[in-house]
């Protein structure tokens, strides 16, 4: 039987070296921030990480809060780099120092 197509398997296969990034499978040693008992007067950064859209859903997110919880202040802030790539740490040393919450979001 004459052989018409070959297909490569899709699954990847291990190389070697280290693998980094967002296919790096090292858990996270870091806890999750416990939660707020309430966000009435505490600081809220909206960050939009460069996804298509971002801004604008960021932009409606601080709106709502604006209309329904007029006591929380929101931050909008675009993040370094790409979407998927962090360029510097300046954005999250501000919001450790100046935030309660973060909002971390994408659209599309």
């Known amino acids: 039987m004459k052989i018409l197509l070959e297909a490569m398997n899709p699954e990847a296969e291990y ?4 693998v980094t990034g967002m296919f790096a499978t090292r858990q996270s040693t870091n806890p ?3 939660r707020l008992v309430s966000l009435d007067g ?3 950064y909206l960050v939009d990480i460069g996804f298509g859209g971002g801004h604008k859903f960021m932009q409606q997110v601080k709106d709502w809060f604006k ?3 007029p006591s929380v202040t929101t931050i909008r802030r675009r993040k370094t780099g790409n979407a998927f790539m962090d360029d510097t740490t300046d954005l999250w040393d501000e919001i450790k120092e100046k935030g309660h919450a973060a909002l971390i979001g994408v659209a599309g």
């Open 32 to 34: 999750l921030a416990r």
């Open 67 to 69: 209309e329904n919880m």
């Open 15 to 18: 190389q070697g070296g280290t």
């Open 42 to 44: 505490k600081t809220i």
